[in-house]
């Protein structure tokens, strides 16, 4: 089944799990500028991103908008619910999407849809469920290893990448 949709966890799956207070609201995080691409590649192929947090923060906000994700949901307490609202939305199935976890808060996700994704830096419990294990750790290129991985799989890849040489993908970067 072709995968549709591609759900990312936040700490520890876009940044490397650190979090930097800076004040009394300031919160600052540490995201992959080639993750970011890997998200753009993903929308070029016609794959809706999202995220689902369980924590809230504008960095997160910021960095999303950047990439042209548009379903952004932090400050979540029910994922289950989040995530079928998402596939409600755009009418897709759990086994069209895939989901970069790192954590025990990520496996009620992983288990559910049909290409779960761990980083290198996740939990043994999380790998457990994963269907593909990344080489790279979350904020260091996890993302963009798991992104490749789904556009390699089906096979679009290569043509994506062709498309920068042309400087036809200038309008996807943000
Ligand atoms: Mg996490």
Request: overall charge negative; aromatic content about 6%.
């Amino acid at each position: 089944m072709a995968i549709r949709l591609f759900g990312m966890d936040v700490d520890g799956v876009l940044t490397d799990g650190g979090i930097y207070y800076g004040g009394p609201a300031a919160e600052l995080k540490r995201f992959d500028a080639q993750d970011g691409m890997g998200v753009t590649l993903l929308r070029m192929a016609g794959i809706v991103p999202f995220i689902i947090t369980a924590r809230g923060s504008a960095a997160v906000e910021r960095r999303a908008d950047e990439l042209g994700i548009d379903e952004v949901h932090q400050n979540v307490k029910d994922k289950i619910g989040c995530l079928m609202g998402i596939l409600d939305r755009r009418g897709a199935g759990l086994d069209e999407t895939a989901y970069v976890g790192d954590d025990l808060s990520d496996l009620c996700v992983m288990v559910k849809v049909g290409l779960p994704i761990a980083v290198a830096n996740a939990r043994e419990e999380v790998k457990r469920v994963a269907r593909h294990v990344t080489a790279a750790s979350g904020g260091r290129g996890g993302v963009r290893e798991a992104c490749e991985y789904v556009l390699r799989e089906a096979g679009l890849l290569d043509d994506l990448a062709a498309r920068f040489l042309e400087g036809e993908a200038r309008a996807w970067e943000k």
